[in-house]
């Protein structure tokens, strides 16, 4: 038995305090590779005489996703630095596990777009990413229930 009787639940819950930031990385990582990817194909790929790069509305496409990726990093590696000073980080682990998964499932969703039909076919990696997105957002408890733990920890307050 790990623990004491009846502090299961507990134990759980700071487990998951300590796991959520991991899960929020993953996205990171994946939030990453699809802005390395669609800046790699939209600097070769040409519409209209030019790269999808000088189209605005893809320049902008990639800056949103970039703005995502950083905004989640920041927030997965304070998290982290809470675990590591040994601090409560329950509001802090959700919000970033919310926020970084919602992201790279915000993030996927443009790399298909930027990708357009090709970002459906399994020849690009950039479809797999968004199926591995959308699992993000549910592993390790889904978006939602990330906000109702937020929400608890602002009642809190």
């Known amino acids: 038995m790990v623990g004491n009787e009846g502090d299961a639940f507990k134990i759980a819950m700071k487990t998951f305090d300590r796991s959520r930031p991991v899960v929020a990385s993953y996205g990171l990582g994946l939030m990453q590779r699809c802005v390395d990817l669609c800046l790699e194909y939209a600097k070769e790929r040409k519409t209209f005489g030019k790269t999808l790069i000088k189209h ?8 949103e996703m970039q703005i995502r990726l950083e905004a989640a990093r920041l927030m997965v590696y304070q998290s982290a630095w809470l675990v590591d000073k040994g601090q409560r980080n329950t509001l802090q682990a959700s919000c970033a596990k919310a926020f970084a998964c919602d992201a790279a499932m915000w993030v996927a969703t443009e790399a298909i777009q930027i990708y357009g039909g090709y970002g459906y076919s399994t020849e690009y990696p950039v479809e797999k990413l968004f199926r591995d997105a959308k699992l993000l957002q549910i592993y390790e408890g889904t978006s939602e229930i990330q906000r109702n733990i937020i929400a608890r920890e602002l009642a809190k307050r």
């Open 56 to 63: 605005q509305a893809i320049a902008h496409k990639l800056a």
